[in-house]
């Protein structure tokens, strides 16, 4: 049975990846700001 709650933060993930990629090509200031913030959220 597939939980609604982990198929939404599987598209969480999925979407925050695309931005990082996208972010990337386009602005590094941006990539380390995002990096960092996800680094303190998968620490906590």
Do not use: G, P, Q, Y
Request: proline share 0%; net charge negative.
């Amino acid at each position: 049975m597939i939980n609604s709650d982990s198929l939404l933060f599987s598209l969480l993930i999925a979407i925050t990846a695309s931005l990082i990629i996208k972010s990337r090509k386009e602005n590094a200031f941006s990539v380390s700001t995002v990096d960092s913030l996800l680094l303190l959220d998968s620490s906590s």
